[in-house]
């Protein structure tokens, strides 16, 4: 029940602050990128003291540090830039199905539903890049509406176990009952 209100919680704040929400969520996860780097940087000083090779996990460790900073000092950017790059490749791939489309046997029978997907790909694409903070406070409504429904779902789904826990219970102490009258006849 405890996770059903969780995401009931989330579901409102992103519905109704989607903007906030979606910058608290960049700054977490830029922290959490911080966190790991620095996790690493640890790593990497325990693999120079026991002279073991750590150039490439010194190279990870110095993006992960400077990536988890950046996305926290700079987090409206940051997410123009990633929505951008998911523009990008909803761009690409739009493409590439389309050209798929074009070279494709005449007797394949999805045609049509295989332009629609590419079309829908395409103006997916055009939205996050040319309107990239909108498009991710979309998205975070989406998932808030989401998170409404799920929630919903584990509170209701959390009362109908508890409603046949006590069922198990009761039919539990009817059997033992049943058991005791049983054994005492016998010992009469």
Do not use: C
Request: hydrophobic residues 60%; proline residues 2%.
């Amino acid at each position: 029940m405890l996770n059903g209100f969780i995401a009931l919680s989330y579901g409102l704040v992103a519905l109704f602050i989607p903007a906030e929400t979606i910058k608290v969520m960049a700054w977490y996860g830029g922290l959490t990128i911080l966190l790991a780097g620095i996790l690493m940087l640890l790593l990497v000083i325990n693999r120079i003291r026991k002279e073991l090779p750590y150039g490439w996990m010194l190279f990870q460790t110095i993006l992960y540090i400077a990536a988890g900073t950046i996305i926290m000092l700079y987090t409206t950017e940051s997410i123009r830039f990633f929505v951008i790059i998911i523009g990008l490749l909803a761009l690409v791939a739009g493409v590439l199905q389309l050209l798929v489309l074009v070279n494709i046997q005449a007797y394949f029978g999805s045609k049509n539903l295989m332009l629609v997907n590419a079309l829908v790909t395409l103006a997916f694409g055009l939205v996050m890049m040319f309107n990239p903070f909108e498009a991710a406070k979309a998205l975070v409504v989406l998932s808030g509406i989401m998170g409404l429904f799920f929630g919903a779902v584990l509170v209701w789904f959390s009362l109908q176990l508890k409603k046949l826990q006590k069922e198990a219970g009761t039919i539990l102490h009817e059997q033992d009952a049943t058991e005791e009258t049983t054994t005492e006849e016998l010992t009469d």
